[in-house]
């Protein structure tokens, strides 16, 4: 295993809390916010969304707003986030997603009025498949002793009339004519990375892979044997020497989409080396909709919290993400109590 990360504080902001105990516990309890929007679907019906409650900011300043919520709340947690030692890995919006302007990861970082980080610190306009090259980053920066602290933070919204428009255009919002499609969601979700620290319980993030899968939602071509899945789940497994069978658990980026509930079915299928009696998909969608860019930080941070628990999912999960245009990225992360590490 290669330069192991671990998480040191954490920070949520989303429908259902924002702060970290507060959507953890919602998210547990199977809460979620799904309420009707000012967006109108097919038949005059309005869309469905899983949208921030009661708070009157739009555009740019909402999202560095939410950024700002979660950034803190690690820093309170963790003293040792300064940010002149400290390389921020921002994950925002794909620059191809409809609706959105090209420059919109430096309009967000322009509305971001935290300042200071070290200049090695970069935005990744990948959607939530930027969690694998920004996890590779933070390894390397870490190791390099170039910082003493990297701070990966997504934040994301899908409530953009354009961006409404076009899914809805795609029949891949749910809606009253649609169930198999996604509910637009909004968040962020911070997560304070270190080196592997011995001497402290945390979540660590053990393998990391990364593949691009040809047969893409937006082509019709080519048939899905989950092929770019399959080797990012392999190739995280081996970053962290150890099986997929060993994980007891997996929790994917998915939303609501039949076809990638049915990639993900497949890869698992495929990568698994032996029959397991009960292997779990979690799904963080479930109580948030589809939160883009947010989706990685925000379910690192709520495994922060469950994975130690007597009734949570398990000390060792696989966590998948797959994004429109073929990235397909695959993480291998496990509870870490002071034993070491298992293959």
Known sequence: MNNILQITATGMCCA?????????????????????????????????????????????PRLGWMFSLVVDECE????????????????????????????????????????????????????KT????????????LASGEVKRALLVGVDSFFDTATINHYLKAKRLMTVKNREGFIPGEGAGAVALALLDKRRDGLCIAGIGEAVEQAHILQDDLPNRADGM????????????CRVADTQFHIGGLSGEEYYFREAALAITRTLEEKVPRYPLKLIAESLGETGAATGPLMLAY???????KDGPGR????????????????????????????
């Not at 495994?303 to 628990?309: A, G, H, Q, S």
């Open 130 to 141: 930027g969690l694998g090259p920004a996890l590779q980053k933070a390894r390397k920066v």
């Open 76 to 127: 309170h947690h963790d003293a040792a986030l300064k940010p002149e030692q400290t390389c921020l890995l921002l994950l925002v919006p794909e620059k191809t997603r409809p609706g959105l302007h090209e420059d919109l990861p430096w309009l967000i970082a322009m509305s971001i009025d935290h300042t200071g980080y070290h200049k090695i610190s970069q935005i990744f306009p990948l959607g």
């Open 303 to 309: 495994l922060t919290t469950v994975m130690p628990r």
């Open 316 to 343: 060792k999960g696989l966590l998948h993400f797959s994004a429109d245009g073929g990235e397909r990225v695959a993480v291998i992360a496990e509870w870490y109590n002071g034993e070491s590490f298992k293959a």
């Open 230 to 241: 399959v080797a990012a789940i392999r190739a995280a497994a081996a970053d962290a020497g």
């Open 16 to 60: 259902v809390g924002c702060t970290t105990p507060a959507a953890t516990a919602a998210m547990r309890a199977k809460m979620d916010y799904f309420r009707e929007t000012t967006f109108i679907g097919p038949m005059g019906y309005p869309v469905i969304g899983s949208q921030l409650h009661e708070i009157d900011i739009w555009d740019f």
